[in-house]
């Protein structure tokens, strides 16, 4: 019993310390997380792309050589 009366101390301390530490948290107001999204999304197509191009390259060197 000692156990769960802990582990329940334990829980509600740290939900109360979650909760403190979310109040500091500086939130991104619509406009920057909208501009964060957006460079996010155009790196990933750039990667992808870029990566994409490479897979290409490399299949085609391949097939020539075990072709």
């Given at each position: ?39 996010v999304i155009v790196?990933?197509?750039i990667v992808s ?19």
């Amino acid at each position: 019993m000692e156990k769960i009366r802990n582990a329940w101390e334990v829980s509600v301390q740290f939900l109360r310390e979650a909760r403190s530490e979310l109040k500091k948290v500086t939130w991104p107001t619509p406009k920057q997380a909208l501009a964060s999204t957006s460079v996010v999304i155009v790196v990933v197509l750039i990667v992808s792309l870029y990566l994409g191009l490479i897979d290409m390259v490399l299949t085609r060197m391949v097939r020539l050589v075990l072709g």
